[in-house]
């Protein structure tokens, strides 16, 4: 089950403008109502604290404000210390009693949804930090729908990451208007999603996921790519993916020559480094990294007509090496990233501050794109950290579900 007691239950009611006006009555929300959104990402936790208003039941509320944070390391870094990564989670509910008045606690719901980071920790492990941190929501005065805290399947990680853009750049319910397709790069897994206005060929036909919302269905194509995240990436690319033996060295062309370090992921050391005797740069890099794209994800033709919103390391990347601006994002083409991967790994051999990881990444991020979902060179990406002052993430999505599971619970 993809949500448990939170499952959304698909609402038969009018267009979007009919979902809150019954979602307001059904909660006796007089004008006011807030929800809390937790994203328990590989490598960081987030809370998401949106406002919504209702001038009257008439109209529909709007979302009026959301309220964003963020710690590190991410829930995964604390694998067998549970007890101190669902304190991490308690440092952001402690902003959430500041921010919300107390008259509205009982009243707004709490949930955290995990992503790739805890997929990939042995289940126990997951299990135990989510009991922490489901302990720490039942004592503390918000609203908790029981089993709210759990792994999200990465198909509605993608899902709702598309209602989220879609939403905030007014195609949800803009009938006419033609939606925008979603990449998301995170640390353990990757995701991609569109709303299809092609006949897709019978091997894309798998990723199609039926979605209901605000009264409309739609056919989407969504995958999550689990270990196809930047930093799982990392590892593939390095042969170290699944590596248990902490001692020994994994080397690759797309790092410093001289480099040699150790880096804790998913709760394992792993030691990596450079290769001072071999050809690095660009090409002996990009060669390494196809060995871990080639042939593993589905191409479906029509993304390279369509326009995509980017975000996450996509964004986070672009920022690092200058080619977006760090606040209003920007538009770039898919070679944009090559050229940018080609120059960084050009020069890795000269002293820099930057992460030695940064010509892995951009090569990486540009093998995905291309060799990976079969973009083109051309093709415009929008990279997007917020759109209308809200984050680009899939919790906005999870927020309409959870407030419209909450209308249609049995009382
Ligand atoms: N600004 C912003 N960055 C985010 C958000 N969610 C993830 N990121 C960034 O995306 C990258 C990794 O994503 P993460 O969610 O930790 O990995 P995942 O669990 O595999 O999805 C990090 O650089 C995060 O800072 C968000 O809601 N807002
Ligand atoms: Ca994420």
Same mark, same amino acid.
């Given at each position: 089950m993809l949500f448990s007691s939170c499952t959304f239950l698909m609402s038969q009611q009018?267009?979007?403008?009919?979902?809150f006006s019954q979602v307001s009555t059904s909660l006796n929300i007089s004008n006011i109502f807030y929800g809390i959104m937790f994203d328990a990402g590989s490598t960081g936790t987030r809370i998401h604290i949106y406002t919504f208003m209702q001038k009257s039941s008439a109209e529909p509320p709007h979302l009026d404000n959301e309220i964003f944070e963020s710690v590190k390391?991410?829930? +995964?870094? %604390?694998?067998?210390?549970p007890e101190q990564g669902a304190e991490t989670v308690r440092g952001l509910l402690d902003m959430a009693k500041q921010t919300i008045p107390s008259t509205h606690w009982s009243s707004t719901p709490v949930v955290l949804k995990a992503t790739a980071g805890l997929r990939l920790l042995p289940e126990q492990k997951a299990q135990a930090l989510l009991s922490e941190v489901q302990e720490l929501f039942e004592e503390s005065p918000f609203l908790v729908p029981d089993e709210c805290v759990s792994i999200m399947n990465g198909t509605y990680e993608?899902?709702?990451a598309w209602v989220t853009i879609n939403f905030l #750049?007014?195609?949800?319910y803009d009938q006419n208007q033609r939606t925008v397709g979603i990449l998301d790069l995170g640390g353990a897994s990757t995701q991609i999603t569109f709303l299809p206005q092609s006949t897709l060929k019978a091997a894309s036909e798998k990723y199609i996921s039926p979605f209901e919302m605000f009264n409309r269905s739609y056919k989407l194509y969504t995958h999550s790519y689990l270990g196809f995240g930047l930093k799982a990436a990392r590892l593939a690319i390095l042969g170290a993916l699944g590596g248990k033996d902490e001692s020994r060295m994994y080397r690759s062309s797309c790092l410093p020559p001289s480099l040699k370090a150790e880096w804790k992921f998913g709760g394992i050391n792993y030691k990596y480094g450079g290769m001072a005797e071999e050809?690095?740069?660009?090409? +002996?890099? %990009?060669a390494e990294v196809l060995k871990v794209i080639r042939e593993k994800l589905d191409q479906p033709a029509e993304i390279r007509s369509r326009t995509f919103y980017a975000f996450s390391y996509y964004y986070d990347r672009a920022v690092d090496t200058g080619m977006i601006d760090g606040d209003q994002g920007g538009i770039i083409l898919v070679k944009d990233f090559e050229m940018k991967a080609n120059k960084?790994?050009?020069?890795? #051999?000269e002293t820099n501050t930057g992460s030695p990881f940064l010509c892995m990444d951009l090569t990486y991020i540009t093998?995905?794109?291309?060799?990976?979902?079969?973009f083109y060179d051309h #093709?415009?990406?929008q990279l997007k950290k917020k759109v209308n002052n809200i984050e680009t993430s899939w919790t906005l999505g999870a927020a309409f579900h959870l407030i419209q599971s909450l209308r249609t619970a049995p009382e």
């Open positions: 009018n267009h979007f403008q009919n979902f390391p991410g829930l +995964s870094a %604390y694998v067998d210390q993608g899902i709702l #750049t007014g195609q949800l050809v690095t740069g660009f090409q +002996s890099c %990009y960084v790994c050009e020069a890795l #051999t093998a995905l794109l291309k060799e990976g979902f079969g #093709t415009e990406l």
